[in-house]
């Protein structure tokens, strides 16, 4: 049976859920933004991300919290490619948060070795062929449109279900365009075109991405369904983005656990944590004779999660 862990072509081979760090050189994200807005300090947040535990480093420059508008090609790129080349000059693995392949190929020439778009492909028609010309991984997360608009297109009947086929089409049009399928990652996109029942069905089901055959990426990190969570009710007031690592944390051993390939958060230290934890227990669990091995489910649990009792 296929898992959610596998293996990345062009990644090292890591033997857990990885965590990939999050470097926004920006001034507008939800979370940190302007805080690493100036290079110098872009770069010193990324070394400090990999000492805290970070296996990679995934640096944006564009905003994609919902409502945000676009910012234009040459200011992205001022922002991203020299960050991505003191970055990877250092050593580290490094994946370029874009949509657009223009910075694409600029970060994979300074050295980026991923290619992490949440648009899948979609939002720019030239990126599948520059990710298949320069033979790098690529993230194809669900995406349903910019995020401008984004929250309208939150309309499912089978969230699950339709993020599993609209994601299969992305792969395919990727494999069409050129790119390896031994290079593609999948991303649930927690957050985007979805509400807070959304993020959580695909959480609850992510055995279901299986069928894809694809390593899986998940970035729940300090999103609003969490604030949902912590917030305990309607209309109460949910905590600030910064105030979510802990619940990013719980997240992060819940999917590692459960097989997924890598973990996107800001706060790395307790995830880190989190995902060496998850694979103690899975180590454990297969010394045992193989029961609670990823993706396992004790007999009917598959049918109660269907079901919404668990």
Known sequence: MSTLRGRVAGLPDWDRCAVMGVVNVTPDSFSDGGEWFDPELAVKHG?????QGADMVDVGGESTRPGAARVDEAEELRRVVPVVRELAAAGVVVSVDTMRASVAEQAVQAGA????DVSGGLADPAMVPVVAAH??????MHW??????MNNRAVYADVVGE???ELARSMERAVAGGVDPDRIVID??????????????????????????????VAASRKRFLGRVLAGGEGAAPPP?????????????????EG???????????????????RAVEQAARAAGGAGSPGARPAGAAAATATGTT
């Open 135 to 140: 033979h790098v991984p690529l993230v194809v």
């Open 163 to 165: 993020v599993v086929d």
């Open 188 to 217: 649930p996109g927690l957050g985007f075109a979805k509400n807070a029942e959304h993020d959580l069905a695909l959480i609850a089901q992510l055995g279901r991405l299986r069928s894809l055959g694809r390593p899986l990426l």
């Open 47 to 51: 070394l400090d991300l990999v000492a």
């Open 241 to 257: 983005a910064r105030e979510r690592d802990a619940a990013t944390a719980a997240v992060s051993a819940i999917v590692a656990r």
């Open 260 to 278: 997924a390939w890598a973990v996107r958060v800001h706060e790395v230290r307790a995830s880190a944590d989190a995902v060496r934890v998850a």
């Open 144 to 149: 349903r449109g910019q995020s401008i608009d």
């Open 113 to 116: 070795r991923l290619v992490n």
